[in-house]
């Protein structure tokens, strides 16, 4: 790969420090108003910034500056996943995705806040503030990683990871006007990713060029010995697939989730990306989910059991947050989550310990695991008959500041469409498909079988080429 | 299976949270509201479905994840103490257990 024309919104190895040197600035400039970063790291990134140049030698990702989510660990800098808990931790290794993207050259340049332990679906869980949608800074950014979404749509970053759970990525990336990927369960490696919901949990990417997600995931994917459910699946050069040919592709058009509670401009903005498939050469054929609508309390079962599980490590220990004044063990325990947790995550790890707590188990998780199976199998019968299924990726633009949180159950609702590739651990994509009346971002989703990125990146490229997006947010570096 | 307000007490305990009274009073009715969403699940027939638990991908479910009995690095007692809140002689220490 010729490092000169990898990346064509990127820059070329000799321009590194100038090019890392105006992300930070452009991050600094911008804090104030979209808080989407909870540390820049100006000395550090420019320093590494300075090394790649000296080198000079060929890298993928040569000088390439990047923004990482901060529940995502990054040797040196902060990782508190928009909590209290873990407001001074500094994690003491990389995650291996970061090892492996600074290894081809990418330069951190600071961690950006989300949702407190990725649970939300617009920012405003995260203990430091709501981030700010550089496209209306009234409304949200989406979540979790929200901070990731705006960092690239405000133009301070090519390049940001997130991490998806139930649309974490997606749902963002479509209310800030991005490209988000999901990839598969089990292509990138969660080590160094602080677990939220392990069976659920992907690492992901958002850019402004499919591109662009598909060079990063190239590198940062394939088994990791640190993450035993990473599969030993080959990592193809995914840029290959960026043919541009999208004729005789078989495109899912599950007619049934385009009805109640979709917002009647992000319908017809999808439905007009159709018609572009159409006219690309696609083939539109009709699928059924059956069991889609059943996949938020599904979902709400599984995620909050499993993070009530996984947060129990924080009590006050080996890291993070102590309360103070707390001179019994088990008093230190409960005083220490009661302070260092917010209100959503108190409120899921209690929903959590309830679902599998004695004589629960077979009522909520079983039956919740089943009925995962059966929406599972809905996507298996789905591909039988096309190559990928396109749906909203969210069922609104971005909706104002304030308006959902004293209604976690309305907060929820928010993930109908992204969920069921979390339950199924298949890939999915958000492409932005156009502005609202009230210029917002829209942005439709792909949804693949396993290992199908090659095709979803072969898809969202082809729209991206017919209708290329170019709109620039208000707020933008 | 309705949840009232001493579950709502019995599960902060189980979570190790010490709630103050006007959580309590919020997560309550948040929790009963949220409880009876979930219990839409009943209307399907799941007797004959296996649970999907792990390994969701057939290549990940065959991807073998031991490995050789090698000893490898590790953090160390240093780095790993660096982050604890209340370090002691080489030890995390914590406040009387009894």
């Given at each position: 790969?010729?490092?000169?024309?990898?990346c064509?919104?990127?820059?070329?190895?000799?321009?590194?420090r100038?090019?890392?040197e105006?992300?930070i600035?452009?991050?600094?400039?911008?804090?104030?108003?979209l808080?989407?970063?909870?540390?820049?790291?100006?000395?550090?990134?420019?320093?590494?910034?300075?090394?790649i140049?000296?080198?000079g030698?060929a890298?993928v990702?040569?000088?390439?500056?990047?923004?990482?989510?901060?529940?995502?660990?990054?040797?040196?800098?902060q990782?508190?996943?928009?909590?209290?808990?873990?407001?001074?931790?500094?994690?003491?290794?990389?995650?291996?995705?970061?090892?492996?993207?600074?290894k081809a050259?990418?330069?951190?340049?600071?961690?950006?806040?989300?949702?407190?332990?990725?649970?939300?679906?617009?920012?405003e869980?995260?203990?430091f503030?709501?981030?700010?949608?550089?496209?209306?800074?009234?409304?949200?950014?989406g979540?979790?990683?929200?901070g990731?979404a705006?960092?690239?749509a405000?133009g301070?970053?090519?390049?940001?990871l997130g991490?998806?759970?139930?649309?974490?990525v997606?749902?963002?990336?479509?209310?800030?006007?991005?490209?988000g990927?999901?990839?598969?369960?089990?292509r990138?490696?969660?080590?160094?990713?602080v677990?939220?919901?392990?069976?659920l949990d992907?690492?992901g990417?958002?850019?402004?060029?499919?591109?662009?997600?598909?060079?990063v995931?190239?590198v940062m994917a394939?088994r990791d010995?640190?993450?035993?459910?990473?599969?030993?699946?080959?990592v193809?050069?995914?840029?290959?697939?960026?043919?541009?040919?999208?004729?005789?592709?078989?495109?899912?058009?599950?007619?049934?989730?385009?009805?109640e509670?979709?917002?009647a401009?992000?319908k017809?903005?999808?439905?007009?990306a159709?018609?572009?498939?159409r006219e690309?050469?696609?083939e539109?054929v009709?699928?059924e989910?059956p069991?889609?609508?059943?996949?938020?309390?599904?979902?709400?079962?599984i995620?909050?059991?499993?993070?009530?599980?996984n947060?129990?490590?924080?009590?006050?220990?080996?890291?993070?947050f102590?309360?103070?004044?707390?001179p019994?063990?088990?008093?230190?325990?409960?005083?220490?989550r009661e302070?260092?947790?917010?209100?959503?995550?108190?409120?899921?790890?209690?929903l959590?310990?309830?679902?599998?707590?004695?004589?629960?188990?077979d009522?909520?998780?079983?039956?919740?695991?089943?009925?995962?199976?059966?929406?599972?199998?809905?996507?298996l019968?789905?591909?039988?008959?096309?190559?990928a299924?396109?749906?909203?990726?969210?069922?609104?633009?971005?909706?104002?500041?304030?308006?959902?949180v004293?209604?976690?159950?309305?907060?929820?609702?928010?993930?109908i469409?992204t969920?069921?590739?979390n339950?199924?651990?298949?890939?999915?994509i958000?492409?932005?498909?156009?502005?609202?009346?009230?210029?917002l971002?829209?942005?439709?989703?792909?949804?693949?079988?396993?290992?199908?990125?090659?095709?979803?990146?072969?898809l969202?490229?082809?729209?991206?080429?017919?209708?290329p997006?170019?709109?620039r947010?208000p707020?933008?570096? | 299976?309705?949840?009232?307000?001493?579950?709502?007490?019995?599960?902060a305990?189980?979570?190790?949270?010490?709630?103050?009274?006007?959580?309590?009073?919020?997560?309550?009715?948040q929790?009963?509201?949220?409880?009876?969403?979930?219990?839409?699940?009943?209307?399907?027939?799941?007797?004959?479905v296996?649970?999907?638990?792990?390994?969701?991908?057939?290549?990940?479910?065959n991807?073998?994840?031991s490995?050789?009995?090698?000893i490898?690095?590790?953090l160390?007692?240093?780095?790993?103490?660096e982050?604890?809140?209340?370090?002691?002689?080489?030890?995390f220490?914590?406040?009387?257990?009894?």
């Amino acid at each position: 790969m010729n490092p000169e024309t990898s990346c064509k919104s990127c820059p070329t190895k000799r321009m590194s420090r100038q090019t890392v040197e105006f992300s930070i600035t452009a991050a600094e400039r911008l804090n104030e108003t979209l808080n989407a970063f909870l540390e820049i790291d100006r000395e550090g990134a420019l320093q590494r910034a300075t090394e790649i140049e000296n080198r000079g030698t060929a890298s993928v990702l040569a000088g390439i500056p990047i923004a990482v989510k901060d529940n995502i660990c990054v040797k040196g800098l902060q990782a508190s996943c928009g909590s209290k808990i873990l407001g001074d931790y500094h994690p003491p290794y990389n995650a291996t995705v970061i090892e492996r993207l600074t290894k081809a050259g990418a330069v951190v340049i600071g961690k950006t806040n989300c949702d407190e332990f990725a649970m939300g679906s617009s920012n405003e869980n995260s203990a430091f503030g709501p981030v700010r949608n550089p496209w209306d800074t009234t409304r949200v950014s989406g979540g979790s990683s929200g901070g990731s979404a705006t960092a690239v749509a405000a133009g301070i970053v090519p390049v940001a990871l997130g991490s998806d759970t139930g649309g974490s990525v997606r749902q963002p990336a479509s209310l800030c006007g991005v490209i988000g990927l999901k990839p598969t369960y089990g292509r990138n490696s969660r080590y160094g990713l602080v677990a939220f919901a392990s069976s659920l949990d992907q690492i992901g990417v958002f850019a402004r060029k499919v591109e662009d997600v598909a060079r990063v995931l190239g590198v940062m994917a394939g088994r990791d010995p640190h993450d035993s459910t990473t599969a030993d699946v080959p990592v193809p050069d995914y840029t290959a697939s960026l043919t541009g040919d999208l004729k005789g592709a078989r495109l899912g058009f599950p007619r049934t989730l385009y009805g109640e509670g979709l917002d009647a401009e992000v319908k017809t903005s999808v439905e007009n990306a159709v018609d572009v498939y159409r006219e690309l050469g696609a083939e539109i054929v009709d699928v059924e989910l059956p069991h889609a609508g059943y996949a938020i309390a599904v979902y709400y079962i599984i995620a909050t059991a499993e993070a009530s599980s996984n947060l129990a490590r924080f009590d006050g220990v080996r890291y993070g947050f102590r309360a103070e004044e707390t001179p019994e063990l088990r008093q230190m325990y409960r005083r220490t989550r009661e302070e260092g947790f917010g209100p959503e995550v108190k409120r899921r790890i209690m929903l959590g310990t309830y679902v599998l707590s004695a004589g629960y188990y077979d009522a909520y998780y079983l039956k919740a695991q089943q009925v995962r199976t059966l929406i599972k199998n809905d996507f298996l019968e789905a591909f039988k008959r096309c190559d990928a299924i396109i749906t909203p990726t969210s069922p609104t633009p971005a909706f104002a500041l304030g308006e959902k949180v004293d209604d976690p159950l309305a907060m929820y609702l928010n993930d109908i469409y992204t969920v069921t590739a979390n339950l199924a651990g298949v890939p999915g994509i958000s492409v932005p498909c156009g502005l609202s009346s009230a210029r917002l971002p829209i942005g439709f989703q792909l949804i693949g079988p396993y290992w199908s990125e090659p095709t979803l990146f072969k898809l969202a490229h082809g729209y991206e080429q017919a209708r290329p997006f170019t709109e620039r947010p208000p707020i933008s570096a | 299976m309705p949840i009232n307000q001493s579950d709502i007490e019995k599960v902060a305990n189980l979570a190790h949270l010490e709630l103050a009274e006007e959580e309590l009073k919020t997560f309550g009715p948040q929790m009963i509201q949220i409880i009876n969403y979930v219990e839409q699940l009943n209307a399907l027939d799941t007797k004959n479905v296996e649970p999907a638990i792990g390994g969701l991908t057939p290549e990940g479910a065959n991807t073998d994840s031991s490995r050789d009995d090698e000893i490898a690095g590790s953090l160390g007692q240093k780095t790993a103490l660096e982050e604890a809140p209340d370090p002691a002689h080489g030890h995390f220490r914590v406040p009387k257990v009894l």
